[in-house]
């Protein structure tokens, strides 16, 4: 199949996420389970026959919501309480949280009230992830997590079941950042809007059928020739984000995203579970060592930010001009990061410009903003 | 003529004292040769204060508000660390005001910004760990930094496995400040600061408990000044005193004499969350209708413990005599601190969904008879502000009438105290049909 | 008995004079800006088109926010209050109001007796105001009244973005340069509005009848989008911008007084701290 | 219903200026910066780089009418055609729909490039208060922006929000600087964000009989407050230029200088030859200006083609 087509596939489950997963049940008979937040433990679901699929943004005034969340909470989150009010998701057979940020805290816990769901669970993700003391707490609740989908399921999940499910996991994100891999071309021969709506699809699809499209996407990408010059090479860096119009806008202006820091981009997928007899502790140790989110980014004995080298590194690698920083409105964790960030990024000779984002963007406005950044990148043409 | 007989605590002037003297002694530490740590309220102080030597701590929280106090002080302090920092003028209000004392470089008591010899944290909410990070780094990023994690299950999932997580992560604690500050933990100093901790925080909750009584014998406003002390240092034994021989002997005499905290008592009110700190003065405005707030979650258990008992009732959480228990060892103290922290400490328990919020609310409008609620929908605290809606439909439910008002703890800027009053007097004389008893 | 009711309000001064319940004279204005002269006037004109002299008159209420202003006046009651005693009065199966006015928008919600059970109202910003319906029809270059008609003929609805009622105004002239007909721009202004004030609807319950009332329930443009937004009937009384004065006059009327004498004083009070 | 106000007293007049000195025909390159703004539209002329002619126009609801409006004003006292323009760019917030322009730029890039002409090379923050937005901006010597930021969704403290108070108070715009001087002591500033609960503020005070003046000294220094933040998370520089309408108010630059504890650079040419020569200093067309440069810019180093048609 064709990169464009398989891209196209990607983006039809990003825009029909509810027909699919409907779908989804009819033809396999296993549960949909809906989740807020990427410390989720998919690798277990993936041991039995559940899809997990993210509450992602409907970017439509969260009204529904109000009554339960008043408006110093994240639209995001209330974005996603208010698609569950307006029933969107009653084909979920469970709904879960995990210790994230305090806002789709919120919405899990109205939806655990107004929203028929029939099977609840609260996961609890620690937060000191660099403590060691943290992985074998972990281990333990992903013990009790595991009984838990056992006992919802009614079957047993074996270290086989794990291993299948660590491996459609690890695939999965083998293969994405194969194609992350490739943005770093002078010409990347897909979009940012593009690379994302595919990390988007994996939150949403099962991971064994995008894995089959993502080993011929990796396999064909690289002869695709896009009609548009890269222009700017950006970074986009921030909240969740999954905003493509906006992604959209930026690249039809001047600049490409080759790459990006979001719980819905590459955080999501950029590292693996290292195989160990023990599977739950591999598990635990993956989402101890992931690249973390702001939240959980603190050292239990420095003030650090693992997250921090990262970027910077990524930021090398990709070659990147400038940083655009989107912040949810009230987003906690990143308004805490992005001062510090912003000058680690600067001091590095890296440009930024600062956005907030709500469940709907006035393009307008940011538009201006955005061509004014790639002029400033790319001001000295106006002057030599 | 008033309905009940009034007066103030004969223990209120010693709580001044006491939280006046703990900031002096922070700011005095140095000359006497004395460490300074900085921490939160929910920080377990027990740990550093059982250092051998003198040893001081600032909490973050609690200063914030005292900031708060004084919208003229605050704005400053806020500008400066949203303007000179650049930090979103939607975080923590009690974080703002930290951080512009620090850009500042100015100490709200007086003189300039005390910096201390480490720092000892815990996380639960989205902004502990991140908010002595960051003030760290303003500061220049050499004071030594450690900060552990309580976020390990409801009161209701506690069990062995939840309480050796933080208990291994406190021995980490205790290598780091032996480490930092060459000095040793004294064991003898640990088991009677855990013994005072418990002091502190069951008999807070059974003063608060006390408050069931009719007419109430404490008001909300009186009790943020006397929680305010197991917020500076539980484990003093000066404030396990206080709460355990001084205010609870006196409140239990109030009850006794039906001396009212309010004297035209005619509404109890659930509250919910700090309130704005510049503006107490609309308590004393409810008053004139004889509306007393008499309880809350956040009053209640920011410091307090409690468990629900068999019979589903909230009660005061054991103090270490009514279990038996005398502390044996080193693990023994940090086994029983982190229990009574995670078993005890509800106001953790809304961090894992509303349910655990309503329900604790629902019984405490219960058990503390209220007639009616009125939720500060809290712009500057989301740990506190949680689930703040549900509450409101759950109370509801129970057939109270509930207002909510948008504010913020310590953020003037988006406090409207006319439009509040506006709201006040509608609830007041329309939904609630009530006069006012005085002026 | 006689009892007038004065609704002084952010834009408008509202004034209804009352005999045993039937309205004898209903009188309307801008405030400008001293509502106290304003109220003083409109009050002599209703007066003069009743036949009456003040001292006919045994109560005079005042309510709406600057109700306190009102010298003459016996007593203010608050306007959800007002709101409440006049919908009830007008249409008793209501228990939900929504009341837009051109500063704030509020929803309440009533017992069967007119009684306020609870109530909630747009904080801080302009956008879902009166005034966002101003500014945009500035914007569109058509009359308020005309904008209501225009956005009735409109079968397209485009979400507007705009939080604030300034960058409204740039919204919809980069919608007019995208040549989008005046109609479909007109009921996104009214969709937008509605957004935000249903949402503050849904905090008190949408329990029926729901009623709408305020200068902008005379805008059908937008009570459309509303009834859109919430997916029920929602009643419109005649001369909905009278509502809070005749609510005012019903409680004169009741004389439910001497409570709000002291009430006045809070008010006052109020004043006083705000200058402070 | 009955509107109070006749008169809308936040419209200043429009203008228009031709360099007396210049003959057009004898220069070799003409250049247009057209400027459309949310309120107000600006056309500059130059001719090899000196200021020919320029037009301060309010903008319409339709902006390619707007910017013919202002070209043709601008060259209304002038033999000049628009087809005589070599080369033409677009800025400011109606930008796209310029139709004489063959290019556009972001008004933050000609801001910053028109303060550098206007003010002199020693600028490092230029400040443009706009209609509906706020701009700070940080240049380096040739008037390149390093850095910039605008106020977010709420146009607190903006242009319009200005027009919007003096309407309110029925007081010129031109004149509430002069006015908020005249006053015994400094007022507590307006406290409301949003424009339209500002106004719900101003009513109350007008109601409480705070005197006119007062009033307006108090939103001036609310708005000088909310820029001075803009700026601080910035960071200031100097030199400090101000471009913009909101230059032509004392009663905010005054204070916004008195805030931010330094003084912005006097709105004199920096070519001692133009001032001498008594050329008008008008702020609002620092971005035509800009624009115009850029434009003259492009054609001399050949990475444009002149457009002339006649």
Same mark, same amino acid.
């Given at each position: ?176 950042? $194969? ?23 994996? $939150? ?5 059928? $995008? ?71 591999? @598990? ?41 920083? @989107?912040? $949810? ?38 538009? @201006? ?16 | ?42 920080? !377990? ?41 650049? &930090?979103?003028? /939607? ?33 639960? &909410? ?173 009053? !209640? ?7 629900? /008992? ?40 809304? !961090? ?18 209220? /007639? ?8 500057? &605290? ?42 006040? /007097? ?14 | ?276 | ?310």
């Amino acid at each position: 199949m064709e990169a464009s087509e398989i891209l196209k596939q990607f983006s039809d489950v990003w825009e029909l996420r509810h027909e699919y997963a409907k779908d989804w049940k009819r033809r396999t008979g296993g549960k949909v389970l809906g989740y807020f937040c990427t410390y989720e433990p998919e690798e277990v679901l993936y041991s039995t026959n559940v899809l997990p699929v993210r509450i992602l943004g409907g970017h439509e005034a969260p009204t529904l919501a109000t009554p339960h969340m008043f408006d110093m909470w994240c639209p995001f989150s209330r974005d996603c309480l208010n698609q569950g009010l307006q029933g969107k998701y009653d084909y979920l057979d469970g709904i879960m949280a995990t210790n994230c940020c305090l806002h789709p805290r919120q919405a899990f816990g109205a939806w655990t009230i107004h929203v028929p769901t029939p099977w609840n669970y609260w996961f609890v993700m620690p937060n000191a992830v660099r403590s060691p003391r943290a992985k074998k707490f972990l281990r333990g609740e992903l013990e009790e997590f595991k009984k838990a989908i056992e006992a919802w399921t009614g079957g047993k999940i074996a270290d086989k079941d794990l291993d299948r499910g660590i491996d459609i996991m690890n695939t999965n994100r083998r293969l994405m950042k $194969q194609v992350y891999e490739l943005r770093k071309a002078d010409n990347p021969p897909l979009t940012g809007a593009e690379a994302m709506t595919m990390v988007w699809a994996s $939150q949403l699809m099962d991971k064994r059928e $995008q894995n089959d499209l993502l080993k011929q996407l990796v396999a064909t990408l690289p002869q695709r020739k896009l009609e548009r010059n890269t222009g700017v090479r950006l970074m986009i860096v921030g909240s969740e984000n999954d905003d493509r119009p906006f992604m959209e806008m930026v690249e039809s202006i001047g600049g490409t995203f080759v790459i990006d820091d979001h719980c819905t981009g590459s955080r999501y997928f950029w590292d693996e579970v290292v195989p160990d007899k023990d599977r739950l502790q591999a @598990i635990a140790n993956r989402y101890c060592d992931r690249v973390p989110c702001p939240n959980k980014d603190w050292g239990m004995e420095d003030i650090s930010r693992k997250r921090f080298t990262h970027i910077l590194q990524l930021a090398k690698d990709y070659r990147v001009q400038g940083v655009i920083l @989107i912040q $949810q409105k009230f987003c906690d964790p990143h308004e805490l990061d992005i001062p510090s960030l912003r000058r680690l990024l600067e001091s590095n000779g890296i440009p930024c410009y600062f956005l907030e984002f709500e469940v709907t963007v006035p393009i307008g406005q940011f538009r @201006i903003r955005v061509e004014a950044f790639l002029e400033q990148i790319q001001a000295e043409e106006l002057f030599v | 003529m008033a309905k009940y007989k009034t007066k103030g605590l004969d223990c209120w002037n010693r709580a001044k004292e006491l939280r006046a003297r703990y900031y002096e002694d922070y700011k005095e530490a140095p000359n006497r040769g004395a460490l300074r740590w900085e921490g939160g309220a929910w920080s !377990f102080d027990a740990i550093p204060q059982a250092l051998e030597g003198e040893v001081h701590g600032l909490t973050e929280e609690p200063y914030g508000a005292s900031i708060g106090a004084d919208p003229a002080l605050q704005v400053r302090y806020q500008e400066a660390a949203e303007g000179k920092w650049g &930090c979103a003028r /939607d975080l923590c209000a009690y974080l703002r005001n930290y951080w512009g004392s620090i850009v500042l470089n100015e100490f709200a008591f007086g003189g300039e910004w005390p910096k201390a010899d480490f720092i000892f944290q815990n996380h639960i &909410c989205c902004t502990h760990a991140k908010w002595l990070q960051v003030a760290d780094e303003i500061e220049g990023g050499n004071i030594p930094y450690f900060c552990f994690d309580v976020g390990a299950g409801a009161y209701d999932k506690i069990g062995e496995r939840q309480i050796n997580y933080v208990v291994e992560q406190l021995y980490d604690g205790i290598d780091f400040l032996e480490k930092v500050t060459k000095r040793k933990i004294v064991d003898e100093k640990l088991i009677q600061n855990v013994k005072n901790t418990y002091d502190s925080a069951c008999y807070w909750a059974k003063a608060c408990e006390l408050n069931q009584a009719i007419p109430a014998p404490l008001d909300e406003k009186t009790m943020f000044s006397l929680y305010v002390l197991g917020t500076l240092e539980k484990s003093h034994k000066d404030i396990a005193h206080f709460y355990k021989d001084e205010l609870y002997p006196e409140v239990k005499d109030r009850v006794a004499n039906k001396i009212a905290a309010v004297a035209d008592e005619q509404c109890r009110v659930l509250g919910d969350s700090q309130p704005p700190w510049g503006f107490l003065r609309v308590f004393r405005y409810l008053e004139k209708y004889g509306i007393v707030s008499v309880a809350s979650l956040y009053t !209640f258990s920011l410091i307090g413990w409690w468990k629900i /008992d068999k019979a589903g009732k909230l009660v005061p959480y054991p103090t270490l005599e009514e279990q038996g228990i005398t502390i044996k060892d080193r693990d023994h103290a940090l086994r029983l601190l982190a229990e009574g922290e995670l078993k005890g400490k509800l106001m953790w328990a809304p !961090f894992y969904g509303a349910k655990y919020k309503n329900d604790i609310v629902t019984k405490i409008a219960k058990q503390w008879k209220c /007639d009616a609620s009125i939720i500060h929908l809290n712009r500057g &605290c989301e740990g506190t502000a949680q689930h703040q809606m549900e509450m409101k439909i759950a109370v509801q439910n129970l057939g109270l009438p509930v207002m909510t008002f948008e504010g913020n703890m310590a953020d003037e800027r988006e406090f409207d105290e006319g439009r509040t009053k506006r709201f006040i /007097d509608l609830f007041v004389t329309e939904t609630l049909g009530l006069k006012k008893v005085a002026d | 008995m006689i009892s007038a009711g004065i609704d002084v309000g952010g834009k408008n001064v509202h004034i209804v004079i009352t005999k045993n319940g039937t309205i004898l004279a209903r009188v309307g204005g801008p405030t400008g800006i001293n509502k106290a002269e304003a109220a003083e006037q409109l009050y002599a004109e209703a007066l003069k088109q009743a036949g009456l002299k003040r001292e006919d008159v045994t109560q005079v209420v005042a309510t709406g926010s600057s109700g306190p202003r009102v010298t003459f006046a016996n007593g203010v009651i608050p306007d959800a209050a007002a709101d409440a005693r006049g919908v009830i009065k007008l249409i008793p199966s209501a228990r939900t109001i929504i009341d837009v006015g051109a500063e704030e928008g509020r929803a309440i919600k009533i017992s069967p007796e007119g009684k306020v059970l609870d109530f909630a109202i747009n904080e801080r910003c302009a956008a879902g105001t009166g005034t966002f319906v101003d500014t945009m029809s500035r914007a569109l270059e058509v009359p308020v009244e005309e904008m209501a008609k225009l956005s009735l003929k409109s079968t397209r609805s485009i979400p507007m973005n705009a939080q604030c009622a300034v960058f409204g105004e740039s919204e919809v002239v980069s919608l007019i340069h995208q040549k989008t007909p005046k109609p479909d721009i007109a009921r996104a202004v009214h969709d937008a509005i509605a957004g935000r004030i249903s949402s503050v609807a849904r905090i008190v319950g949408l329990e029926k009848d729901v009623v709408m009332i305020g200068g902008v329930a005379k805008n059908l443009g937008f009570v459309e989008s509303l009834k859109r937004d919430l997916g029920m009937e929602v009643k419109v009384p005649d001369d909905p911008d009278f509502v809070g004065a005749l609510g005012a006059a019903t409680a004169a009327a009741a004389g439910v007084l001497e409570e709000k004498v002291e009430a006045k004083v809070v008010e006052k009070e109020k004043i006083e701290e705000g200058k402070a | 219903m009955v509107e109070v106000k006749k008169v809308e007293y936040w419209r200043w007049p429009e203008t228009s200026w031709v360099n007396p000195d210049i003959d057009w025909k004898k220069g070799k390159l003409v250049t247009a910066g057209v400027d459309v703004g949310s309120v107000s539209s600006q056309a500059v002329v130059m001719v090899d780089g000196q200021l020919y002619a320029y037009s301060n126009t309010r903008t319409g609801s339709d902006s390619p009418d707007s910017a013919w409006k202002c070209v043709n004003m601008a060259l209304e006292k002038s033999d000049m055609k628009v087809d005589n323009i070599d080369y033409c760019i677009g800025t400011g917030y109606g930008r796209v729909n310029v139709p004489m322009a063959q290019q556009t730029i972001t008004e933050i890039a000609c801001h910053a490039r028109g303060a550098n002409f206007m003010y002199g090379p020693e600028i490092r923050t230029v400040l443009d208060m706009g209609g509906q937005d706020c701009k700070a901006i940080r240049c380096d010597e040739r008037g390149k922006v390093m850095k910039f930021m605008m106020n977010d969704k709420c146009a607190a403290g903006t242009g319009r929000g200005m027009e919007v108070f003096a309407d309110l108070i029925r007081v010129p715009v031109w004149e509430i600087g002069p006015r908020s001087f005249q006053i015994k002591q400094e007022p507590p500033m307006i406290s409301s964000t949003c424009v339209v609960f500002a106004k719900t503020e101003v009513v109350g005070l007008l109601q409480e009989g705070m005197p006119e003046n007062d009033i307006m000294a108090a939103y001036c220094a609310a708005m000088a407050h909310r820029i001075t933040e803009l700026l601080n998370r910035l960071g200031m520089e100097e030199k400090f230029a101000i471009t913009g309408g909101i230059a032509k108010n004392e009663g905010v630059v005054k204070r916004l200088e008195k805030e931010l504890g330094v003084k912005s650079i006097d709105k004199v040419w920096h070519d001692p030859k133009m001032q001498e020569k008594g050329l008008p200093f008008d702020t609002q067309i620092a971005g035509g200006i800009g624009a115009a440069l850029f434009a003259f810019a492009m054609l001399e180093r050949g990475k444009a083609q002149s457009a002339r048609k006649a």
